[in-house]
């Protein structure tokens, strides 16, 4: 499994998780394939990793706290100009007003507000910081749609 825990946050009685997956999460041991609900990832942002391999990018989810099993989740990723799935990192998880708040760094073209990606608009080589795009996102609790996406003038 390439899956790798890098945060974990309750809220409210449930429990959330953020994993990092590289490319390759397809044989009946990875993480969308091992240790889920059935229709965990239906009807969510993003329902798998994408098309190409090997960058990381990150996963949240709500755990089941009786089963251990993943509940409800959605991938995030970057793209690159081609369309391939590329490194997107969450490394802080919070709740604001019944929405989870994700702060992401994005190594390619992230993804902005909607139901599903699309890139984030209007931002150019120029808005990197230290070679990455820095963002805020809330984020439903459903995970159907990143309903905010801000682009950071810092790091955090």
């Not at 009946?28 to 091992?34: A, F, L, M, P, Q």
């Not at 190409?52 to 089941?64: N, T």
């Not at 909607?114 to 996102?137: H, K, M």
């Amino acid at each position: 499994m390439d899956g790798r825990a890098v945060l974990v946050a309750w809220n409210e009685g449930r429990l959330y998780a953020v994993m990092t997956v590289d490319g390759g999460s397809v044989t009946t041991n990875s993480i969308t394939r091992h240790q889920v609900v059935p229709g965990a990832f239906e009807g969510v942002f993003q329902s798998g990793y994408g098309v190409g391999g090997g960058p990381r990018v990150s996963l949240v989810m709500e755990i089941d706290t009786e089963t251990g099993k993943i509940k409800k989740g959605t991938f995030i990723t970057a793209r690159l100009t081609d369309g391939n799935t590329n490194a997107l990192l969450v490394p802080q998880i919070g709740f604001s007003n019944g929405r989870i708040v994700l702060r992401a760094v994005a190594a390619a073209w992230p993804p902005g507000a909607g139901t599903s990606y699309v890139r984030f608009p209007n931002i150019s080589d120029a808005d990197r910081i230290e070679d990455a795009f820095w963002l805020r996102y809330e984020m439903e609790l459903d995970f159907s749609r990143i309903s905010k996406a801000d682009l950071l003038q810092s790091t955090f």
